[in-house]
């Protein structure tokens, strides 16, 4: 990766005139945490990214090839796709709160929105991929510091100066393995808003509109981010309580023989004792020795649902 980001460097001609180097590059990988490696083995590639992510005017790692190397403006932009279970085979608990975690916008989602037997792009998807493929252009050509427009300037003051990063405050995800990712909410908040403004415009000026589209977008992934991590923890049965708790919460009712049927091949019969018990103490599960319409047998009822 270091490579990379090394060899990506060039100089781009700013508005004034001069030239200004960088090493910019974008990340796509579908599966993190092969990406990332194994816990166990990883804590370089943790502590790199974790340095990256404030895009340092100079940055020394040690590359493959070439020894020891001094990057400049290293921006590195990463797009991911994994699971709970799998970032738990990936992060450490050193990672997790203020470490790399907080430095990521992790976007949840529990289902696809939909399957396509053959994936065929329509004659109008066409069309727009060229439009977009000509906007990034633009977009890539853009140099310059963004500014705010008084107004905008005026109220954003006004939200940070209200905004309150701890417990006690407007906090959306309680999750406390989030706290150091709240401190870093204004700046995800400005990052988006610039995107939403390129996007819109080569003019290099932000307005209020561009940051409450911003905030809305970042008010839904704090919504659900905290399902990211339910598969990490010090309990080595926690992904498994959670899969079971998904299992009786789709089910509303469900017999323990359908239950036991449906995990077998995870969770063995003493571990899922340990499992039941656990979410018979945190009270989202209920069991009862009837099921909805009066049979006999042991059933496990969600109370989460109303």
């Known amino acids: 990766m270091t490579d990379d980001i090394h060899d990506s460097g060039m100089n781009a001609l700013q508005t004034s005139g001069e030239e200004l180097r960088h090493s910019s590059l974008n990340i796509i990988s579908k599966e993190f945490e092969s990406f990332l490696g194994q816990k166990k083995e990883n804590t370089r590639m943790l502590t790199a990214l974790t340095d990256l992510f404030d895009c340092?005017?100079?940055?020394?790692?040690?590359?493959?090839?070439?020894?020891?190397a001094i990057i400049i403006r290293p921006w590195l932009n990463l797009l991911a796709a994994t699971t709970p279970d799998s970032l738990a085979s990936s992060l450490p608990a050193s990672a997790v709160g203020g470490g790399l975690t907080s430095r990521i916008l992790f976007i949840w989602a529990d289902k696809k929105k939909r399957s396509v037997a053959v994936p065929e792009m329509t004659e109008a998807e066409v069309i727009l991929k060229g439009q977009l493929e000509k906007d990034l252009y633009q977009i890539s050509r853009m140099t310059g510091d963004?500014?705010?427009?008084?107004?905008?300037?005026?109220?954003?003051?006004?939200?940070?100066?209200?905004?309150?990063?701890?417990?006690?405050?407007?906090?959306?995800?309680?999750?406390?393995?989030?706290?150091?990712?709240?401190?870093?909410?204004?700046?995800?908040?400005?990052?988006?808003?610039?995107?939403?403004a390129a996007a819109e415009s080569n003019e290099l000026l932000l307005r209020w509109s561009h940051v409450e589209e911003s905030l809305k977008e970042i008010i839904r992934v704090e919504h659900v981010m905290g399902n990211a991590f339910t598969a990490i923890g010090k309990s080595d049965i926690s992904a498994d309580v959670d899969n079971v708790l998904q299992i009786i919460r789709a089910h509303k009712w469900?017999?323990?023989?359908?239950?036991?049927?449906?995990?077998?091949?995870?969770?063995?019969?003493?571990?899922?004792?340990?499992?039941?018990?656990?979410?018979?103490?945190?009270?989202?599960?209920?069991?009862e020795f009837k099921g909805p319409k009066g049979e006999v047998g042991i059933w496990y009822k969600s109370m989460e649902v109303a």
């Open 146 to 196: 963004y500014a705010m427009t008084g107004d905008c300037l005026k109220k954003w003051i006004e939200w940070y100066d209200s905004f309150d990063e701890d417990e006690s405050g407007e906090r959306i995800c309680m999750d406390k393995s989030f706290s150091g990712w709240y401190s870093r909410k204004p700046t995800y908040i400005l990052k988006v808003a610039m995107l939403r």
């Open 56 to 68: 340092p005017d100079t940055w020394s790692s040690r590359t493959r090839h070439s020894g020891s």
């Open 254 to 287: 469900i017999t323990e023989k359908k239950l036991m049927s449906s995990i077998w091949r995870d969770v063995d019969a003493n571990k899922f004792e340990n499992v039941i018990d656990t979410l018979l103490k945190t009270g989202k599960v209920r069991r």
